[in-house]
């Protein structure tokens, strides 16, 4: 049994797919094609791992700024955020595309670009305006692949680097409050000997604090690597699912109506 997230232009929902049973065809256009990737919540809150503060997603490249300054986080966030609207919007063209192809409606092109051709040459020459529907979907999810399953992973990339350096950056903020509490505590003026002027006791209790932190990376960056296989199986099956499920509706389609005019096509932005 697996659970699928989806919900394109929608909230998430879930459909639970089990062998020899398969979504209704009204629940198609709903199946996101990536992953747990949601619609943009203007409210959404997000936690900073930093000083895990809730911020508004709106406001939180700002508050990163801020928080992590001298980092490479916020310049990651940035990143992230720019290619979680690349997924969305991939996502949702393909699923306006499906229902164009269902209702026979003119066909979108992202800044002018076929999903179906492989090249502008390809397209110039008309090949894509004749063929099946359910033909041209193939050709989206086909000539989408490579660049959609490396945006996904280029973006939990950073994402992960991202979660990494945070943890790091929490931990040395913590280390420097410790640092100054023994400081104080034991008079040390010294910061280049500060170690070497701690007491036994001190100076092991600090070392287990390191170790244990490093540990806590190490941990992190497993966990990160494990959810990323797992993130990439779903991509995978997510798009077979879809494609399957989608081709079926357009087959039917094309035996009871066949075409009898050539796609037309418009111009999207967005």
Do not use: W
């Not at 100076?203 to 490093?214: G, H, L, N």
């Amino acid at each position: 049994m697996v659970q699928l997230l989806i919900g394109l232009t929608g909230t998430a929902q879930s459909i639970t797919l089990v062998p020899n049973m398969t979504p209704e065809p009204t629940k198609l256009p709903e199946l996101i094609l990536s992953h747990r990737i949601e619609s943009v919540d203007l409210d959404e809150e997000l936690e900073c791992g930093v000083c895990n503060s809730q911020i508004k997603k709106t406001a939180f490249l700002e508050h990163l700024n801020s928080c992590a300054a001298g980092t490479r986080i916020p310049h990651l966030m940035m990143n992230v955020f720019f290619l979680e609207d690349e997924v969305v919007a991939k996502d949702a063209l393909i699923e306006r595309n499906f229902i164009h192809l269902l209702n026979d409606e003119p066909i979108e092109l992202r800044y002018s670009k076929c999903l179906y051709c492989q090249s502008p040459e390809m397209h110039v020459e008309d090949g894509c305006r004749i063929v099946k529907r359910a033909y041209y979907l193939g050709g989206m999810f086909q000539n989408t692949e490579r660049e959609y399953s490396d945006t996904i992973k280029f973006l939990e990339a950073l994402r992960n680097q991202a979660k990494v350096l945070k943890l790091k950056l929490q931990q040395k903020r913590k280390m420097n409050r410790i640092t100054l509490f023994l400081q104080i505590v034991f008079q040390i003026e010294d910061d280049e000997n500060f170690m070497k002027s701690l007491p036994a006791n001190a100076f092991s209790a600090i070392k287990k604090i390191e170790e244990k932190d490093s540990q806590a990376v190490e941990e992190l960056k497993f966990e990160l690597r494990k959810k990323a296989e797992e993130e990439s199986e779903f991509l995978e099956l997510a798009r077979a699912v879809c494609l399957e499920k989608m081709t079926e509706e357009l087959v039917v389609v094309d035996i009871k109506n066949p075409r009898t005019t050539p796609f037309e096509f418009v111009n999207t932005f967005f």
